[in-house]
């Protein structure tokens, strides 16, 4: 952007942004999220910064306003660190109340405890005659790791704990003290809470990240959850970690209220944003939800809910815990962040039904802590209805949902120029060779014709191959057969068939058919990376699926991942990235699992754990006589081992059949690789 444009695009924020604040603050009205507002100040300030003779006395950025561990010991929790149930709206606080009152002798609640929800890494400390002794995360909730080397070093953690009246407590709680070795001291302490780190700590060390020429980190939950987890405590003590209690399990407390207070008098930092409310006065604790929704931005630290619970801690642990969650609390989350950028492209995805599906290409931006670079704009009739072109400055939102959404174009800030998006000729620009249609009554272009079939043809095809379920009778021919004849329109399909109808086909008998079946009812809980594979996404084969299976275990945490959790995978890189990122944005692929789910399809959830051949890589090359070269290349990666196609120096070793690949042999023997015959495999893999 040269000055010229620069000029132009300053102006038109400064317009808006002073138009928001004038109705946020004026008229107390909100034109556009808090949210969409910071992330167009923080355009602005970007531009000027860049242009400072630009900058003028009216604009709105003006106004004034111990040594390295070899490994962490696990450690068990004397009681279970818990998480807590997600509501999303008051109806669903007013659900959950009422189903806390019919568990409840008498019925009724008296008060309800509130905190903000902080977002950190949870840790439970544990203190021995006042004296500050272990650290544990929370790890699953039942076995955490020791990390009291690392939070030693955070300077709000006290190393011995106070006594008496401490400066924020409003009064000094007659607390009854159990057996001790020093008066006024309890003998056994351990408290729970967040160890974060506050915004402005974060924006001061990306500064210096800057300034070094350094990557910025990506968030402050991270960031506090990746320091406290290096085996370095030097990399913790150097960073602005800070300890937030929220929970004292030792000793007892009548109510939540009280163990704040305990946890004050004994130097501990909480929140400061705890609340109680009255049960009679329902009206008020949902008034301040919406309250606290609106200055939360404010506060030093980042959040996104508020707990709330059932302030006497008797009836709270009478109501015991579902699951992993407790009864007598729940996290009520806060809307969705949102942010702006600007569309750099629209690019239409052809999934694996021929239907068609616009992504926006974004500038980079993060939302909700993840850093978005596509957005799904659903269809033709969708892009119309946002009238959102080219060039525009959108704002995006995440509402609980896995792909981003585009909510409004900001069509003040709209370049000069900029026409309106054509989708049958983006279409046709493209997809030359292809043809579209759109039936009567639907919203989505299709590939037209026999193209749409072949391409499902294709899919169910790969679905059922070896290298992906290994589905015995559905083959090309068989496949084709099922698809001419209107039984199978959808990979979901498959599991809807009946031996009757299959067996009617010209090429299946009673016999074929229900060994068919049968066969495709077996393949309902498949191996997660045998899974992922079958999907056909593109660039991912099936070691790039293994990758991705023990990297996220379930198919769930897949769907859910970012692109920063893609790109630490070490053999998967941008491009990949962004093709499993555009596969899971896709309707129509997302509607397939969920049909799939319902169908009874469920992936095994990956164990990587004690794989012997994890960190190892090999090539398999030639024919084995005791197997295929996929099963054998497969038996390698259940054992945790790498497979690849190319010889390098970091190949373990090559695995040697008949008639071997000479280019192969010759690299191996040039890097010193070593070579193993059949017989030494079948001893490694047994």
Not at 379 to 386: P, Q
Request: with cysteine.
């Amino acid at each position: 952007m040269d000055k010229e444009d620069a000029k132009k695009r300053i102006e038109k924020l400064r317009k808006l942004i002073n138009d928001y604040r004038y109705h946020y603050h004026v008229l107390d009205e909100s034109t556009m999220s808090e949210a969409a507002a910071d992330s167009l100040k923080h355009e602005l300030t970007l531009l000027e910064e860049k242009f400072p003779d630009l900058i003028t006395p009216d604009s709105p950025t003006q106004r004034v306003a111990g040594k390295p561990l070899d490994k962490f010991t696990k450690v068990k929790h004397e009681k279970r660190m818990i998480s807590l149930a997600d509501v999303f709206s008051e109806e669903e606080v007013r659900d959950w109340i009422t189903r806390d009152e019919k568990l409840i002798p008498g019925g009724q609640i008296k008060e309800f405890f509130t905190d903000i929800k902080m977002d950190g890494l949870a840790c439970s400390l544990k203190y021995r005659d006042g004296i500050f002794v272990q650290a544990v995360t929370r790890g699953d909730g039942l076995v955490g790791e020791d990390v009291t080397l690392n939070v030693k070093t955070i300077q709000n953690v006290p190393l011995k704990l106070v006594s008496g009246k401490h400066p924020s407590s409003s009064d000094s709680l007659p607390v009854g003290r159990e057996d001790s070795s020093e008066e006024g001291v309890f003998s056994e302490v351990e408290v729970r809470g967040e160890i974060v780190i506050f915004k402005k700590d974060f924006e001061h060390l990306n500064e210096l990240q800057r300034k070094h020429g350094e990557a910025e980190f990506a968030n402050p939950r991270n960031l506090a959850a990746g320091s406290i987890r290096q085996l370095d405590p030097r990399v913790a003590a150097s960073r602005p970690l800070r300890f937030i209690a929220y929970d004292l399990v030792t000793p007892d407390s009548a109510t939540w209220q009280d163990a704040y207070k305990i946890l004050r008098e004994l130097g501990f930092q909480t929140s400061g944003e705890d609340k109680v409310f009255n049960a009679n006065e329902k009206s008020r604790l949902f008034e301040y939800i919406e309250d606290l929704d609106g200055y939360r931005k404010g506060l030093p630290f980042n959040t996104d809910g508020m707990v709330i619970k059932i302030n006497d801690r008797a009836t709270y642990d009478s109501l015991g815990i579902v699951g992993k969650t407790p009864r007598g609390a729940v996290a009520f989350k806060f809307p969705a962040e949102e942010s702006t950028t600007v569309v750099r492209d629209i690019v239409i995805s052809i999934g694996r039904t021929g239907a068609a599906t616009p992504v926006a290409i974004l500038d980079p931006v993060s939302v909700a802590g993840t850093t978005v670079r596509h957005a799904s704009l659903h269809n033709a009739d969708e892009i119309r209805r946002l009238d959102v072109r080219i060039g525009d400055t959108v704002i995006i939102y995440k509402a609980g949902d896995i792909i981003p959404q585009v909510k409004e174009v900001l069509t003040s800030l709209r370049p000069e120029g900029t026409v309106a998006f054509n989708y049958k000729e983006a279409l046709k620009h493209q997809y030359p060779d292809l043809e579209f249609e759109r039936p009567a009554g639907e919203v989505v272009y299709r590939v037209k014709g026999e193209s749409s079939d072949f391409i499902l043809k294709r899919a169910i095809e790969y679905y059922a191959s070896k290298p992906a379920l290994n589905i015995e009778g559905l083959g090309e021919k068989n496949v084709v057969a099922l698809v001419d004849a209107g039984l199978v329109k959808s990979i979901a399909d498959l599991y809807r068939l009946k031996e009757g109808e299959v067996a009617r086909l010209e090429r299946f008998g009673k016999l074929s058919a229900k060994n068919l079946v049968e066969a495709i009812r077996k393949s309902k809980t498949p191996a997660l990376a045998k899974f992922i594979t079958a999907l056909g996404i593109r660039h991912v084969g099936a070691q790039t699926a293994t990758s991705l299976a023990r990297e996220f275990k379930t198919l769930d945490s897949l769907v859910n991942t970012s692109e920063d959790d893609l790109l630490k995978i070490p053999d998967i890189g941008e491009v990949v990235a962004e093709s499993i990122l555009a596969w899971f944005s896709d309707e129509d692929n997302l509607k397939l699992l969920d049909d799939l789910k319902e169908l009874g399809v469920s992936p095994l959830e990956e164990k990587a754990d004690n794989l012997p051949l994890i960190g190892k890589s090999y090539i398999v090359t030639g024919t084995l006589s005791s197997m295929g070269r996929e099963e054998a290349e497969d038996k390698l990666r259940e054992l945790g081992a790498t497979v690849t196609s190319s010889v390098t120096k970091n190949t373990t070793a090559l695995i040697v059949g008949e008639k071997p690949g000479k280019s192969k042999l010759t690299k191996a023997d040039k890097l010193g690789i070593k070579t193993i015959n059949e017989e030494e495999f079948l001893k490694l893999i047994s």
